[in-house]
């Protein structure tokens, strides 16, 4: 009879238990992630939305001008659904990572051996005086389907704010023959992202398409009794509206980890292995996430893209599992990702791989900006980015000469 070891007499008298806070896409790829990875032992998923996971994006394009397609947006979980612990409709208030405890929302606590925070982000709003009714933001499936209610041919949408969601909702509104004004305090659409040149030739489509910008302007206060039924901007300019969507960024969720040391000035401090502060046996996933990569450079940056959240959340398994195991973390490669994200604006489609919006100069590569084209993203001459406006089957080409440029820039910087 084999000899069992004092490991194996451990793991029969412990459980051990890797939390998971936060139960939306990054925290189900995380339990996915560390069963493919081979952990058998327990995983508490801890969602304060009440429904199982569903992906976002739809929300903010076709499924807003769409009546079905709320149908396609559910997650089906793979290697998570029978033995992982989903304790849905409960929020986490409160981590002590020296004691190892969260404080949840109903007043339980959960020990745990390891932490993921999977917390995503929160909605802003602006701080504006006037009635509430009419107003929306738009994260959740709750939001969108009040948005979608709204929607309706020849009513008057007033969109705040011009980056990836702001566009993706006015161009869905417009589609369900609404009249669609977009304001925004940059001179020109997705301005940090994409940067001017870029910016304008998307904005361009969107105006022929019957959307009117505001860019430079803030608005001043919402009018109404019962409902917001205009807005005006700082300029005195009034816009008559039935709908107004607030798009104008999120904040992490955060405030459950303070009181831990950790830098939560944006989102969560990670290191190069997605450790919160680097403290062993945690780490963030998605949004919450704010990690240096050396594709790019040492500063540590937040991407709230889908793909990173299904990223991080393959390498937060990697890093628990193996700080789990006692091993040095150097053994570990660093984590180094390549960041990509689409966006479906009406017939706009845009693909983007690396990090544009760190770039000081861009230039045309295939096409034309007036049509369908491919933007390179340069830094001190160096490729950090590719911008697609349309043109689908060259993503990949595009995607692998990104990669491959960055890589070996990676790679080369190291062995220098």
């Not at 502060?277 to 889908?306: K, S």
């Amino acid at each position: 009879m084999p000899h069992a070891s004092n490991h194996d007499c451990r793991l029969r008298l412990h459980m051990r238990t890797v939390a998971v806070a936060g139960g939306s896409l990054g925290g189900l790829r995380t339990a996915e992630a560390l069963r493919s990875a081979g952990w058998t032992e327990s995983v508490i998923v801890i969602g304060s939305e009440a429904s199982m996971p569903y992906t976002r994006p739809p929300l903010s394009k076709k499924i807003l001008s769409d009546d079905g397609a709320f149908d396609n947006v559910r997650l089906r979980p793979r290697l998570a659904d029978d033995d992982v612990d989903w304790r849905l409709g409960i929020s986490v208030t409160k981590a002590d990572l020296a004691e190892r405890r969260l404080h949840l929302s109903d007043g339980q606590v959960v020990e745990f051996d390891a932490l993921v925070a999977a917390t995503g982000v929160t909605p802003r709003t602006l701080p504006i005086s006037g009635p509430h009714a009419g107003r929306h933001t738009l994260r959740t499936l709750d939001d969108a389907r009040a948005v979608h209610r709204e929607l309706r041919p020849g009513r008057r949408v007033v969109v705040i704010g011009a980056g990836f969601i702001g566009c993706e909702v006015a161009a869905a509104a417009r589609a369900k023959g609404c009249e669609v004004d977009v304001v925004c305090a940059d001179e020109v659409a997705m301005l940090r992202p994409l940067g001017r040149a870029v910016g304008h030739a998307i904005q361009r489509r969107h105006t022929a398409a019957g959307i009117r910008f505001h860019p430079g302007r803030t608005v001043q206060c919402y009018e109404g009794i019962d409902r917001v039924s205009g807005v005006v901007l700082d300029d005195g300019f009034y816009l008559s509206a039935d709908v107004v969507v607030e798009a104008v960024g999120s904040a992490p969720n955060v405030t459950w980890l303070d009181g831990n040391g950790l830098d939560t000035s944006d989102g969560v401090m990670c290191d190069s292995w997605l450790r919160l502060g680097g403290v062993a046996a945690t780490a963030a996933v998605g949004d919450v996430a704010r990690f240096p990569n050396t594709l790019f450079d040492t500063v540590p940056r937040r991407f709230e893209h889908w793909q990173m959240a299904v990223d991080t959340a393959r390498q937060a398994a990697r890093t628990i599992i193996h700080d789990l195991s006692e091993a040095p973390i150097a053994a570990l490669p660093a984590f180094e990702p390549l960041p990509s994200f689409w966006s479906d604006q009406g017939t706009v489609r845009v693909d983007s791989f690396g990090s544009p919006g760190i770039a000081d100069c861009c230039e045309v590569l295939e096409g034309q900006l007036s049509g369908e084209c491919a933007v390179g993203y340069y830094r001190a001459g160096r490729p950090v980015g590719v911008v697609l406006i349309g043109m689908p089957r060259r993503s990949g080409h595009y995607r692998t000469w990104i990669g491959e440029q960055l890589y070996a820039l990676s790679a080369a910087s190291v062995a220098g």
